[in-house]
């Protein structure tokens, strides 16, 4: 993950808070701009998706992983190296379905929700972290593997834990065109 | 050690990038009276040398230009044709610069598509399932590397056969697309790539791979 020496020596971090901050910015002034949490959920994951069709090559160049070949070994890059490299948490996978496409990452920590104490009474169905949900699913349709991804659990809510279901579809690129 | 350009294509087959980093310029220009020893005919647009391949002017080059002036096709700067021109012995002496025909874009986007078909051929002729497609394809003057990244963009590099380091150049150019090209909010994924700075750091890590010479990065 290390960049070339021809960079320039700044620092390229910024602060935690900040990014925690603003994600805090985001959802608040969206929850202004939309009366139904629907809405609100709905922008949340486009958002996301737009940014995880772009992550992922970022992803892949970084990490210079192999081409995984099961949705659990998909599952398992997703909860170990990615959770890890872009918000310093890791996951860990359930595999829920017999069928084998169904499987929630379990987040013990969640970085976005440091501030956050519950939702507000009017906005129960409010999935705060949507747009986590939107980036995995982009990044997976970049790679070819259509999904959908939703919160199972969310402790903001009041459950236990906080659970992201991914529930892989039928591959639609099943075509002569069999790109590695 | 020359690397001589770089090419993107993109999922669809499109080209979305290129750069020519050095073309081994193998211009001739001379002077000639009449009667021209050299064979011309024309060819596609241009007018070639058939016959007659003397001095660096070698069969295949093309009429690039008369006198200083570049042709346009098959006609000179003044729109007479080149070939009446040359048979005329009232223009000589002549200077005429022979040369290799530069790619047109059109033609680059030609090819940028046909190697991404080849490419996909590549992997269902081979043997084994799940094989990737064409990596690397060598000839006497050039090799032209490949690399597919698993979102289905191609980087092709094309290089002078004793360069090393080019795998390592391929990953390098993936990090610069995925930071310069896919992080600007205003690039659309799958269109031609128009940033500066992704054209500035390609160019750094271009020189850096070729200062490293046929022994590749770190020696």
Redesign the interface.
């Known amino acids: 993950m290390s960049r ?1 020496p ?1 960079r320039k020596q700044e620092n390229n971090k910024i602060s935690r808070e900040l990014f925690v901050l603003t994600y805090g910015a985001l959802v608040a002034q969206l929850c202004k701009d939309f009366e139904k949490d629907e809405d609100v959920n709905i922008c949340l994951d486009r958002m996301g998706y737009d940014i995880g ?2 992550l ?3 992803f ?3 990490s ?1 992983v192999k ?1 995984c070949r099961s949705y659990s070994e998909t599952t398992d890059m997703i909860a170990q190296v990615a959770f890890k490299m872009y918000l310093g948490v890791t996951a860990s996978v359930n595999c829920c379905s017999a069928a084998g496409n169904e499987f929630s990452l379990i987040l013990d920590k969640n970085p976005l929700v440091d501030f956050v104490e519950e939702l507000p009474a009017e906005r129960a169905s409010l999935c705060y972290c949507n747009l986590l949900c939107g980036v995995i699913r982009g990044a997976l349709e ?3 593997l259509a999904a959908e991804v939703t919160f199972l659990r969310d402790r903001l809510k009041g459950d236990a834990v906080t659970e992201i279901g991914i529930t892989f579809l039928r591959k639609a690129e099943d075509k ?5 | 050690m020359a690397i001589f350009s770089v090419y993107v294509v993109n999922k669809a087959g499109g080209l979305i990038y290129q750069l020519e980093h050095c073309a081994p310029r193998t211009d001739t220009e001379k002077t000639f009276s009449y009667p021209l020893d050299l064979v011309l005919r024309p060819h596609d647009e241009r007018v070639v040398v058939a016959f007659g391949q003397r001095d660096g002017i070698r069969v295949g080059h093309a009429v690039l230009a008369i006198n200083g002036a570049e042709v346009n096709g098959r006609l000179t700067a003044e729109g007479k044709d080149v070939l009446e021109f040359l048979s005329n012995p009232a223009n000589y002496p002549v200077s005429i610069r022979f040369g290799r025909h530069r790619l047109s874009s059109n033609e680059k986007l030609m090819l940028a598509s046909m190697f991404h078909s080849l490419f996909a051929i590549g992997s269902q002729l081979s043997p084994e399932v799940g094989s990737s497609g064409i990596e690397m394809l060598e000839t006497d003057t050039f090799k032209l590397h490949c690399f597919q990244t698993l979102t289905g963009i191609k980087f092709v590099v094309l290089a002078d056969p004793r360069q090393a380091g080019i795998d390592a150049l391929l990953r390098k150019i993936y990090e610069i697309y995925s930071d310069f090209a896919l992080k600007n909010p205003f690039y659309s994924l799958e269109m031609p790539i128009r940033c500066e700075l992704f054209d500035q750091n390609l160019k750094q890590a271009l020189e850096v791979a070729e200062k490293a010479g046929p022994f590749g990065p770190g020696s």
């Open positions: 070339a021809g069709i772009r992922i090559d970022d892949l160049a970084r210079a081409k970049m790679v070819h002569k065109n069999k790109r590695n």
